[in-house]
């Protein structure tokens, strides 16, 4: 089953709104989650790097400020898409990188489509 | 930066036929990941790789780590038509405080029944 989960899985909303995303690990504590972006018939963009208790890491050219990252616990990070417009409308998975033996792996949501109208 | 080449972009096949479909890059890494993607949905793991020359087998999938550390293969043998997706390789380079996950640009297979 899922191991790592993220909701909601479909949103549309107005230009100008903001719009938050929640990406849970089920049953491992993940001091280090990702967002990622994805465009149609395209691989997976990393857009910043979520760690628990302290400022997220931006990838070049991810604005910050547009972009809000919080990890207050060791299941949860939340990516909030601020004064959303048009081009903001993406699909964007989060994933969380799994401590202990396989600590390398990451395990990724199922991933949110972004509609901005 | 790290690249990925992954080849090819995308396979046409007939139902029964085996599959192969492989990363290289400019750069070694310590860990090789093969994922599926369905439409609409995150990439789900299928095989991780942790050293060079290793090869792991997942029911009709087997992937292999390149002996140079800079390449890897996975093959689906006796396709179906739920094999149908996009299949990510995804290199990871890890070792102290760096730790970066590099993924190829995915290859689609369509089987056809």
């Known amino acids: 089953g899922a191991v790592v989960s993220q909701h909601p899985s479909w949103v549309i909303c107005k230009s100008g709104t903001s719009v938050k995303i929640e990406c849970r690990s089920l049953?491992?504590?993940?001091?280090?989650m990702f967002w990622y972006r994805q465009f149609p018939k395209q691989s997976l963009m990393l857009m910043a790097t979520s760690n628990e208790g302290s400022k997220a890491t931006y990838e070049q050219g991810v604005e910050k400020d547009k972009f809000l990252i919080n990890h207050a616990s060791l299941t949860l990070s939340t990516l909030t898409v601020t004064s959303a417009h048009p081009e903001d409308s993406s699909f964007y998975i989060c994933?969380?990188?799994?401590?202990?033996?396989?600590?390398?792996?990451?395990?990724f949501g199922a991933g949110t489509r972004l509609s901005v109208l | 930066g790290q690249q990925l080449n992954q080849s090819p972009q995308s396979m046409f096949i007939q139902e029964g036929e085996d599959v192969s479909m492989n990363c290289t890059s400019s750069?070694?890494?310590?860990?090789w990941l093969w994922y599926k993607q369905d439409p609409g949905e995150g990439p789900v793991l299928l095989i991780a790789?942790?050293?060079?020359?290793e090869l792991t087998s997942n029911g009709r999938l087997t992937a292999q780590f390149g002996i140079t550390r800079k390449d890897s293969f996975l093959n689906i043998s006796a396709s179906i038509p739920s094999d149908v997706g996009i299949y990510f390789c995804a290199g990871l380079y890890s070792g102290g405080s760096n730790y970066k996950l590099t993924f190829g640009k995915g290859t689609l297979l369509t089987v056809n029944p």
């Open positions: 750069s070694i890494f310590n860990t």
């Open positions: 049953d491992f504590q993940a001091t280090t």
């Open positions: 994933s969380a990188r799994r401590p202990g033996p396989a600590k390398n792996i990451q395990y």
């Open positions: 790789l942790y050293k060079a020359g």
